[in-house]
């Protein structure tokens, strides 16, 4: 009968040692799972109880048999001085602490499986030279067992090689900073809970929105507001009526502004022609000379920028270009203007509305960007 070991059948994950199994300390004591083979793993445990000699598994082991061994420390428990009283309880102390570790030695009570409690080892043994084997770092390190502050230097002689899969940039691998400490290439497809970019100056993604079978679309004060004074945005739309003209009116304090407070004038690129209506207009732009078709492949697409959105000095002006196609197909390019009278330079635009002149927008697509300045 071995002294040094107990072997017992699986039994959920608490265990009482028997008396007749003698050890110094409880925490010296610890726990193998026997494999099918005749080998052994180390089970993990969660605690150990002196009163009630009471073993706690971290969970249930998948072996069918347990082997509770105990591992005397190699450190002395009694340091004998000249001159010291004697007692009975010293004696026994280290008589037993030699005994059961020939014991374990000759019983081989650890069957060979050697486990590294990280807690205990001391910054000094990790000094120059020194190598830990694969099998040592196999299981998990958990973030408590590595408390503490370990120094760079003390990880340098650690082989790559026994870091998991070791250093690189393949699948279970660990990253590394490059020799001027900066990450190497990697997928970051994954990273979440990354801070919002902060922009010192140009365009801010606010919209993109899509839309069909509506009689208007209003960009509103989600998008246009006082966060910036100026804005770009993009526009391609298809009317469900031919022969109509687009419509941009302005959204002032919530609410769409069709009264007589614009001016607007829109010239055809290549011709003399023009349209200018520069007074007392209900419409904020109108950007085409010419109307614009619904057949397939017809339409509209430009581009406007507002200024001066949020001025109570400045009239809210806008501006832009125009591609769009007329009834039957022929292609047409305008420049376009419009803006608020100075009489009404007070009004603050909060919102944008697109809309024909008769009939539905029949499919179409808008995008916001805010002009953020320096």
């Not at 069918?64 to 001159?83: E, H, K, M, P, W």
């Not at 002689?157 to 279970?172: F, H």
């Not at 609410?255 to 003399?272: C, L, M, P, Q, W």
């Not at 007392?280 to 492949?297: E, H």
Request: glycine residues 10%; proline residues 2%; charged residues 15%.
């Amino acid at each position: 009968m071995a002294n040094s070991y107990i072997e017992v059948s699986t039994s959920g994950t608490t265990y009482v040692l028997p008396d007749t199994f003698i050890y110094l300390d409880i925490d010296d004591i610890n726990a193998l799972g026997k494999n099918g083979d005749g080998s052994y793993s180390a089970l993990t445990i969660s605690s150990r109880t002196s009163s009630t000699r009471t073993i706690v598994l971290s969970g249930t082991p998948s072996q069918s048999t347990i082997r509770f061994y105990r591992a005397t420390t190699s450190q002395a428990l009694v340091n004998f001085v000249d001159g010291a009283r004697l007692t009975e309880a010293d004696l026994d102390k280290a008589y037993r602490q030699g005994l059961f570790a020939a014991q374990e030695v000759l019983e081989n009570a650890s069957a060979g499986v050697t486990t590294i409690s990280v807690s205990n080892i001391a910054y000094s043994q990790l000094d120059a030279g020194f190598t830990l084997p694969t099998s040592q770092l196999s299981g998990t390190i958990t973030n408590a067992q590595l408390a503490g502050s370990i120094a760079n230097s003390k990880l340098d002689n650690i082989a790559n090689s026994k870091l998991a899969a070791g250093v690189g940039t393949s699948a279970n691998n660990l990253v590394a900073l490059d020799g001027s400490a900066k990450l190497p290439a990697v997928d970051g497809s994954q990273l979440t809970n990354l801070p919002a970019p902060t922009f010192t100056s140009g365009l801010v993604f606010l919209l993109d929105a899509d839309m069909s079978g509506v009689a208007n679309y209003d960009i509103t004060s989600t998008y246009i507001n006082s966060t910036y004074d100026e804005y770009y945005i993009t526009f391609d739309l298809l009317p469900a009526n031919d022969g109509v003209d687009l419509h941009g009116t302005a959204i002032v304090g919530g609410s769409v502004t069709t009264a007589s407070k614009y001016a607007f004038e829109h010239d055809r690129i290549g011709t003399n022609a023009e349209d200018i209506d520069d007074a007392t207009d209900v419409v904020f732009f109108n950007p085409t000379f010419n109307t614009i078709g619904n057949a397939a492949g017809e339409g509209i697409t430009g581009h406007v920028t507002l200024q001066n959105v949020n001025s109570t000095t400045r009239s809210c002006v806008a501006s832009g270009i125009v591609n769009y196609f007329t009834t039957g197909g022929a292609h047409n390019a305008d420049t376009f203007a419009g803006a608020f009278l100075p009489a009404n330079r007070a009004d603050v635009v909060n919102g944008l509305r697109f809309a024909f002149s008769g009939g539905n927008i029949a499919s179409g697509n808008v995008k916001v960007y805010g002009l953020k300045k320096t």
